[in-house]
């Protein structure tokens, strides 16, 4: 347990960030898998219409640091590609 004030603030800041993190990631990896099931179904409407409401979930995770900014541009690289493979 902390002892300082200083400390104890810390660590309400950290666990704050913490489950904003979480929320974050959450919401990214539901729409990836939402978009991938689009996919799988052969939904290319839904899929592409998807397309920017996922990059915006991305941005926003690599904006506020919870994922690195080369793994967003890596998941929106790899959504893009999986939806233009579409026939």
Do not use: C, F, W, Y
Not at 16 to 35: C, D, F, G, I
Not at 45 to 50: F, L, N, R, Y
Request: hydrophobic share 45%; charged share 25%.
């Amino acid at each position: 347990m902390a002892h300082s004030k200083q400390a104890l603030k810390r660590a309400r800041q950290g666990e704050r960030n913490r489950l904003a993190n979480k929320a974050k990631l959450s919401r990214l990896k539901n729409s990836m898998k939402s978009l991938m099931a689009l996919v799988a179904a052969g939904d290319k409407a839904k899929a592409t219409s998807m397309l920017p409401t996922i990059n915006t979930a991305i941005d926003k995770a690599a904006q506020t640091h919870a994922i690195h900014k080369n793994t967003a541009s890596r998941r929106k690289s790899l959504a893009a590609r999986v939806v233009a493979a579409m026939k």
